[in-house]
Nanobody, 117 residues
């Protein structure tokens, strides 16, 4: 059975940091492109960061470049998002996604991040 379980969300003040983790099981994690998405209240879900299955190359949405770092550990089947210099506009539910081109597409249940003073 496939599972993607996010953790690490919470309430943080502007300028603070959080580290999100996603634990994967039930599929061959190393073969999948892995991504973090977020959905803010009243907005559509947006892609925040992705890291490829082969090269490990990372891509970011412009609004988080220089502040967020995505990484993956294929041996531990985990995906991580280090978020620094958080802003109120980063407030959202963050979702872990594992995508196999032309095939399966798996989602976690989400973890809430609130940036507020």
């Amino acid at each position: 059975q496939v599972h993607l379980v996010e953790s690490g969300g919470g309430l943080v003040q502007p300028g603070g940091s959080l580290r999100l983790s996603c634990a994967a099981s039930g599929f061959t994690f190393s073969r999948f492109v892995t991504r973090w998405y977020r959905q803010a209240p009243g907005k559509e879900r947006e892609l925040v960061a992705s890291v490829s299955s082969v090269s490990g190359a990372a891509l970011y949405v412009d609004s988080v470049k220089g502040r967020f770092t995505v990484s993956r550990d294929n041996a531990r089947q985990t995906l991580t998002l280090q978020m620094n210099a958080l802003k109120p506009e980063d407030t959202a539910v963050y979702y872990c996604n594992a995508f196999f081109p032309g095939g399966d597409d798996y989602w976690g249940q989400g973890t809430r991040v609130t940036v507020s003073s």
